[in-house]
């Protein structure tokens, strides 16, 4: 009796991903096939957020900017937003569906007043080793995934690091020379005025390699059964990495 419950319960989590993959239906996601957005720029099977969820994304982004800049919280764009800002005309990559600030030190009393700076359909939770503003119009399995992440940095000897040692063990390398990230600089990104670190540039080249601005990952997407469907199916994936062209660095929204 259990070996079969084991066998079924292997079948189903093995049938999932690629019944998901069969139906490309999601909420917030657009899978790149012939006639499609992006046909004929990314390859057939790439996850792409959808353009209406990366417009709340960016009204999520502009309330969070917006709360930081009132309680005096420094920040700075980062991760694979950086890149993004870096590569992608200013804006978000087609291929990703979250949108990274590193704060400076923050304290209780700010947390809780940023909580409430925010509208009153996005909310502010703690998520393992960093915060996240999440969005009640986001679909609750996507939630946690489409979101603003907020991760706390601090500088220790001269250098730039992640605070949380759980957020710091599992990005080791978020680790950068004082002068790297600062002074900070503005800059727009998908039409939000942010800051930026002093050299993005060297920062992206530690962080993702030397060839970051001409190689891309795709199907870096977060959302559950988007994440499944992209990573578990049985049917043929398209390959991981991509020559990033001048076609491929277009921004998912086109701001003015």
Not at 55 to 61: A, D, E, F, S, Y
Not at 65 to 79: M, S
Not at 221 to 249: E, F, N
């Amino acid at each position: 009796m259990k070996r079969a419950t084991l066998l079924v319960a292997l079948l189903v989590v093995a049938l999932v991903p690629s019944l998901l993959r069969a139906c490309e239906r999601f909420a917030n996601y657009d899978v790149v096939r012939p006639g499609t957005r992006f046909d004929g720029v990314y390859p057939h099977g790439t996850f792409c957020l959808k353009e209406r969820t990366a417009r709340k994304l960016v009204r999520m982004l502009e309330a969070t900017v917006h709360a930081l800049d009132t309680i005096d919280v420094p920040y700075f764009l980062g991760a694979g937003s950086l890149l993004g800002w870096a590569r992608h005309q200013g804006g978000i990559i087609p291929f990703d569906d979250d949108i990274d600030l590193y704060l400076f030190p923050i304290t209780s009393k700010q947390l809780a007043r940023l909580g409430t700076l925010l509208p009153s359909d996005m909310r502010l939770i703690f998520f393992q080793g960093w915060w996240k503003v999440i969005s009640t119009t986001i679909a609750f399995t996507d939630r946690l995934s489409i979101s603003i992440d907020l991760f706390e940095v601090e500088d220790v000897r001269g250098r730039v690091q992640l605070k949380d040692p759980v957020a710091l063990g599992k990005w080791p390398k978020e680790t950068y020379p004082r002068e790297m990230v600062l002074p900070l600089q503005r800059a727009t990104f998908c039409g939000v005025s942010v800051h930026v670190p002093h050299d993005p540039d060297t920062m992206l080249r530690m962080q993702y390699g030397d060839d970051c601005m001409e190689v891309g990952y795709i199907n870096n997407v977060h959302g559950v059964a988007a994440y499944l469907a992209s990573h578990l199916c049985v049917q043929k994936k398209p390959a991981k990495k991509i020559a990033m062209t001048a076609a491929r660095c277009v921004p998912l929204l086109h701001t003015t």
